[in-house]
C-alpha cells in the first residue's frame, strides 16, 4: 500500500469520526469563513466560482451556490473518462446523478476562460500546509487543472481542520492550493 493510499484511508476514518452534527456546524463554520475570505480578497468583484457538489462525508458545498447574486456559480459535470466540464448553476437548476454517483447540474451554460475572474474550490481528502491535496484518487481535478490552471486566479480547498496531514507526497503533475478553509479559519498555503 503507497504512502498516499494510506493517508487516504486515514483522512477519510478521521472525517467519518466526525458527528453529523461536528459535520454541520463546521460546514456553516467553513461557508462563512469563505464568504469573508473572497470578500476581503476580490472585494465587490463579480466571480465565476467553480464549486463542487459535496457528498455527505465532505464540507456541505449546498450553500455556497448562490450566496453572492454578482457572481456565477459552476458545478462540474463529469464525463465517463473522469473528463469535466463546468456548467452554471441557477437557483431552478435540475440536479441528477452523475458517473461518479454525485449530483450534476442540467441544462446550464458552460464556463468559458476569460470571461471573469475564476475561483475553484476543490474537494479533498486530505491537505498539507504547502497546499498539497490527496482527492478520492481519480484525478479528475489534477486533469481538468493542467490544462486550466493559466485561468483560475485561486485555487481553494475546503476541508475539517482533522484532515490535515504533516505531508503529502505530490507527483509531478499535482499543481498546490493557494488556500485551505477549515472551521477554524483560512489556511495561506506554503507553496505561494
Same mark, same amino acid.
Given at each position: 500500500?503507497?504512502? $498516499?493510499? *494510506?493517508?487516504?484511508?486515514?483522512?477519510?476514518?478521521?472525517?467519518?469520526? =466526525?458527528?453529523?452534527?461536528?459535520?454541520?456546524?463546521?460546514s456553516q463554520r467553513i461557508q462563512h469563513h469563505l464568504t469573508?475570505?473572497?470578500?476581503? =480578497?476580490?472585494?465587490? &468583484?463579480?466571480?465565476?466560482?467553480?464549486?463542487?457538489?459535496?457528498?455527505?462525508?465532505?464540507?456541505?458545498? !449546498?450553500?455556497?451556490?448562490?450566496? !453572492?447574486?454578482?457572481?456565477?456559480?459552476?458545478?462540474?459535470?463529469? #464525463?465517463?473518462? %473522469?473528463?469535466?466540464?463546468?456548467?452554471?448553476?441557477? @437557483? $431552478?437548476? +435540475?440536479?441528477?446523478?452523475?458517473?461518479?454517483?454525485?449530483?450534476?447540474?442540467?441544462?446550464?451554460?458552460?464556463?468559458?476562460?476569460?470571461?471573469?475572474?475564476?475561483?475553484?474550490?476543490? @474537494?479533498?481528502?486530505?491537505?498539507?500546509?504547502?497546499?498539497? *491535496? +490527496? %482527492?478520492? %484518487? !481519480?484525478g479528475c481535478f489534477d486533469r481538468w487543472l493542467a490544462n486550466?490552471?493559466?485561468?483560475?486566479?485561486? +485555487? =481553494?480547498? =475546503?476541508?475539517?481542520?482533522? &484532515?490535515?496531514?504533516? #505531508?503529502? @507526497?505530490?507527483?509531478? #503533475?499535482? +499543481? @498546490?492550493?493557494?488556500?485551505?478553509?477549515?472551521? $477554524?479559519?483560512?489556511?495561506?498555503?506554503?507553496?505561494?
Amino acid at each position: 500500500m503507497t504512502i $498516499k493510499i *494510506r493517508l487516504r484511508q486515514h483522512c477519510m476514518e478521521r472525517r467519518q469520526a =466526525l458527528s453529523q452534527q461536528q459535520k454541520e456546524a463546521f460546514s456553516q463554520r467553513i461557508q462563512h469563513h469563505l464568504t469573508h475570505f473572497l470578500d476581503s =480578497l476580490f472585494s465587490q &468583484q463579480s466571480l465565476n466560482i467553480l464549486c463542487y457538489q459535496s457528498l455527505p462525508s465532505e464540507v456541505s458545498t !449546498k450553500n455556497i451556490f448562490h450566496q !453572492k447574486p454578482q457572481h456565477i456559480y459552476y458545478a462540474p459535470i463529469t #464525463h465517463h473518462r %473522469g473528463d469535466m466540464d463546468w456548467q452554471s448553476v441557477e @437557483p $431552478k437548476t +435540475i440536479w441528477r446523478t452523475g458517473h461518479f454517483q454525485i449530483n450534476e447540474p442540467t441544462g446550464g451554460q458552460l464556463w468559458r476562460a476569460n470571461t471573469r475572474p475564476t475561483i475553484l474550490i476543490c @474537494p479533498l481528502v486530505g491537505f498539507d500546509l504547502h497546499g498539497n *491535496r +490527496i %482527492g478520492m %484518487g !481519480k484525478g479528475c481535478f489534477d486533469r481538468w487543472l493542467a490544462n486550466h490552471q493559466q485561468h483560475i486566479q485561486h +485555487i =481553494l480547498g =475546503l476541508a475539517f481542520s482533522c &484532515q490535515e496531514c504533516s #505531508h503529502i @507526497p505530490i507527483e509531478t #503533475h499535482d +499543481i @498546490p492550493l493557494h488556500n485551505v478553509i477549515t472551521e $477554524k479559519g483560512y489556511i495561506s498555503c506554503q507553496n505561494t
